[in-house]
């Protein structure tokens, strides 16, 4: 019995992003080949894919959203895990809808954080994520955003979000060693 219930997600054929490194700055996204939605049971351990993944940071008032995953997600590879990164992934409907990777993400932000587009004042892409290391980092291709919300927005949190808050780039270097690999990552760019 599948856990995702037949989930198709957008992946990518690895040899296709197999050239980009651990974290690459970008000022525009790339244009890829050989997007395919896949069986996501397959995706999660198939190494023939990468699953593309919205990866956003949320900043507001000059702070970053960070919050520890809870045990109620459905990567268990992530939980308990502290993170800087909301997002997740790519689905037909988002296509079918007419907006692509962008809808996918705004759909991802209202799921996880209860934002629409209307509090958004900036989405910015920084760049992706391909690390080889985890074990879903060899599945997975980040592409990182970062969100800026206006005063007025008001985060709902998912039960998976735990611990959530607004802190500064300092807070985040002082606590590195307790986030994820792919926070980590950006940490260090930040």
Known sequence: MSNYNGEKVLTILRKSVSLIPAFVHKGA?????????????????????????PYCLISQNSKILAYT???????????????IGVGGHIN??????????RGATLRELKEEIGISEENIAEIK???????????VGKVHLGLVYRITLDDSAVLNFEDCLLNA?????????????????????IINDL
């Open 92 to 101: 037909p409907c988002d296509f079918e809808a007419g907006d692509g990777i």
């Open 125 to 135: 892409f920084l760049g992706y994520v391909n690390e080889e290391e985890s074990e």
């Open 165 to 185: 808050e607004f802190v500064s780039k300092e807070n985040l270097l002082e606590n590195y060693s307790g986030f994820e690999t792919w926070s980590q990552m």
């Open 29 to 53: 996204e790339m244009t890829f080949d050989n997007l395919i939605f896949t069986d996501r049971e397959i995706a999660e351990e198939s190494p023939e894919f990468k699953q593309l993944i």
């Open 69 to 83: 995953r809870g045990k109620i997600g459905q990567e268990a590879r992530l939980h308990a895990k502290k993170s």
